[in-house]
């Protein structure tokens, strides 16, 4: 399937569905399958897996809806399956008051595990902001998270990018919460 042809957005509604993206090994197989078809060999060489450890997870996926067989091919008598992503972008629940954020779990996983010496940026900084200026930034950011992904190009190396926009609990907040 042309990557023209994919949906916009799969949004993630079932519990099935949450257990799949919330795998961190199924995020890296997704986020390979974001800009290429792959079969299960080429994923499990590409992942680190054993194949059958890759064909598990692809299935799971697959039950899922968030991959799915895009071309299939023979190969010495045997069906090849090239899996890509149902959708161009996944969204996530809303985790709930204290429920854990999957998406920036996963995030500070695939930054942790690149090599020390490569580049990245990373930078936190603490703003303070009208309502106006809060929404007019997460505009923004949206925006230029979209231009960079229409200027993506499959035969370049991956890059991500992860923004978090929110207004973090207060400390008196948290303070009661604690008692």
Do not use: C, W
Not at 53 to 80: C, F, I, M, P, Q
Not at 89 to 117: F, K, Q, S, Y
Not at 119 to 131: K, Q, Y
Not at 145 to 174: K, M, N, W
């Amino acid at each position: 399937m042309p990557a023209d042809d994919l949906p916009e957005t799969f949004h993630v509604t079932t519990d099935e569905q949450l257990r799949a993206v919330s795998n961190l090994t199924r995020h890296r197989i997704m986020a390979l399958l974001r800009f290429e078809p792959a079969t299960i060999t080429q994923i499990a060489e590409r992942v680190g897996l054993a194949k059958g450890s890759s064909s598990y997870h692809v299935r799971l996926l697959e039950r899922a809806g968030l991959v799915k067989v895009v071309r299939t091919r023979k190969v010495r008598g045997v069906t090849e399956r090239y899996y890509a992503m149902a959708a161009r972008a996944i969204a996530l629940p809303d985790p709930g008051e204290g429920g854990p954020d999957v998406l920036m779990r996963h995030a500070v996983a695939d930054l942790e595990a690149v090599p020390a010496d490569s580049e990245r940026h990373v930078r936190m900084t603490h703003l303070r902001l009208t309502d106006e200026q809060f929404a007019q930034l997460a505009a923004r950011l949206e925006a230029l998270a979209d231009e960079y992904r229409e200027l993506s190009d499959p035969s370049l190396p991956d890059a991500s990018l992860v923004f978090a926009l929110f207004h973090p609990v207060s400390r008196t907040q948290a303070e009661g919460d604690a008692k």
